[in-house]
Antibody, heavy 115, light 111 residues
């Protein structure tokens, strides 16, 4: 069955960077785009960007351009999302979601930014 | 940018009664490929979102048939024919036409 398994919770200080991973299984990795979406505490969903695992091309939401980098490792069927210049406003649960329709979601990774 | 506006933001519903959520886009969601990439997601408390409906009206695998989607262009609706206790949560519309935007979410609870 399709699964997206994300890395564990992270705590960072302001100004630092964080990298979250999303390991895919149960399907052909290269055939579905992966989105990254975040959700601040008590808030709604916010799209961050998308990566094509096949060629590695990316599209980022304007809000995060210059601060976010999405990459993939086809040998391990894993995509990564790195966010730099963290502030307290980046405290959120970060999700990966497969395909244009967001049909399968990872379990979420809580990133806490605190001094 | 595409802005997605959901109404209502809060929906108290009696068990067994229907519920309806509207989603309006600031621009047409018809993609150049002819598809309309409008989805509905459900997020139960403490859970990641779950896909219910894709491309306006297609139920995703395993989704009960009490959930249905309709609409076209800029106006879309999610309907639950008879609300059950497990339907409690927040519902989001999501457009994936250019590129992705979510509605604010509608919190459904049982009266």
């Amino acid at each position: 069955q399709v699964q997206l398994v994300q890395s564990g919770a992270e705590v960072r200080k302001p100004g630092a960077s964080v990298r979250v991973s999303c390991k895919a299984s149960g399907y052909t990795f290269s055939t579905y785009y992966i989105n990254w979406v975040r959700q601040a505490p008590g808030q709604g969903l916010e799209w961050m960007g998308i990566i094509n695992p096949s060629g590695g091309s990316t599209t980022y939401a304007q809000k995060f351009q210059g601060r976010v980098t999405m990459t993939r490792d086809t040998s391990t069927s894993t995509v990564y999302m790195e966010l730099s210049g963290l502030t307290s406003e980046d405290t959120a649960v970060y999700y990966c979601a497969r395909s244009r329709g967001a049909d399968y979601w990872g379990q979420g990774t809580l990133v806490t930014v605190s001094s | 940018d595409f802005v997605m506006t959901q109404t209502p933001l809060f929906s108290p519903v009696t068990l067994g009664q229907p519920a309806s959520i509207s989603c309006r886009s600031s621009q047409s969601l018809v993609h150049s490929d002819g598809n309309t990439y409008l989805s509905w997601l459900q997020q139960r408390p403490g859970q990641p979102p779950r896909l219910l409906i894709y491309k306006i009206s297609n139920r995703f695998s395993g989704v009960p048939d009490r959930f249905s989607g309709s609409g076209a262009g800029t106006d879309f609706t999610l309907k639950i024919s008879r609300v059950e206790a497990e339907d409690v949560g927040v519902y989001y519309c999501m457009q994936a036409t250019q590129p992705y935007t979510f509605g604010q979410g509608t919190k459904l609870e049982i009266k």
